[in-house]
T-cell receptor, first 108, second 114 residues
Framework: RKEVEQDPGPFNVPEGATVAFNCTYS??????FFWYRQDCRKEPKLLMS???SGNEDGRFTAQLNRASQYISLLIRDSKLSDSATYLC?????????FGTGTRLLVSP | EAGVAQSPRYKIIEKRQSVAFWCNPI?????LYWYQQILGQGPKLLIQ????????DSQLPKDRFSAERLKGVDSTLKIQPAKLEDSAVYLC????????????FGDGTRLSIL
């Protein structure tokens, strides 16, 4: 089993739609969680950290479920510019593991 | 604030040749990471430094890859000799030390092996 698993997609959604991605992790001792965004041929960029109580940043909401060992990212009112690959990142003791990413395509 | 600097941006070499990449992290970031990202996959950690010491190099193919961060600031990653499967983007990232500190990535070096 991979340490961090994501559905590779692609998720094809129309503008304005709400879309959600899940990510599961295998190490129950994992301590920090992040979502990164990666545009084609660009470096990953931090989208948001994920906190136990859940957190929101504009149209983006991240949730953590430690009991089931998954994190989620919800994007509301999708924009064309949201088209990218979304990487789930899990950090254990000094070790950070990336998922393979979920590709999102938002169409007009 | 200046970001993570990497060079070169692109490199094309033939198999069995050697190549080196350079990274200068964000000023004050004690932790430095080298990742390999193959097309269609997430970044894979090759090596992590805390200042000039190695924290994790468990996934570094040590028969051909080496990395150093002698003065605890900039770092070089070397491949010698290169194989076809080394074609990838090599990303450098840095972070402040701490549990919830995110990493900041450089633009990466795109390596093509012919």
């Amino acid at each position: 089993r991979k340490e961090v698993e994501q559905d590779p997609g692609p998720f094809n959604v129309p503008e304005g739609a709400t879309v959600a991605f899940n990510c599961t992790y295998s190490n129950s001792a994992s301590q920090s969680f992040f979502w990164y965004r990666q545009d084609c041929r660009k470096e990953p960029k931090l989208l948001m950290s994920v906190y136990s109580s859940g957190n929101e940043d504009g149209r983006f909401t991240a949730q953590l479920n430690r009991a089931s060992q998954y994190i989620s990212l919800l994007i509301r009112d999708s924009k064309l510019s949201d088209s990218a690959t979304y990487l789930c990142v899990v950090k254990g003791f000094q070790k950070l593991v990336f998922g393979t990413g979920t590709r999102l395509l938002v169409s007009p | 604030e200046a970001g993570v600097a990497q060079s070169p941006r692109y490199k094309i070499i033939e198999k069995r040749q050697s190549v080196a990449f350079w990274c200068n992290p964000i000023s004050g970031h004690a932790t430095l990471y080298w990742y390999q990202q193959i097309l269609g996959q997430g970044p894979k950690l090759l090596i992590q430094f805390q200042n000039n010491g190695v924290v994790d190099d468990s996934q570094l193919p040590k028969d051909r890859f080496s990395a150093e961060r002698l003065k605890g600031v900039d770092s070089t990653l070397k491949i010698q000799p290169a194989k076809l499967e080394d074609s990838a983007v090599y990303l450098c990232a840095s972070s402040v030390t701490g549990l919830n500190q995110p990493q900041h990535f450089g633009d990466g070096t795109r390596l093509s092996i012919l």
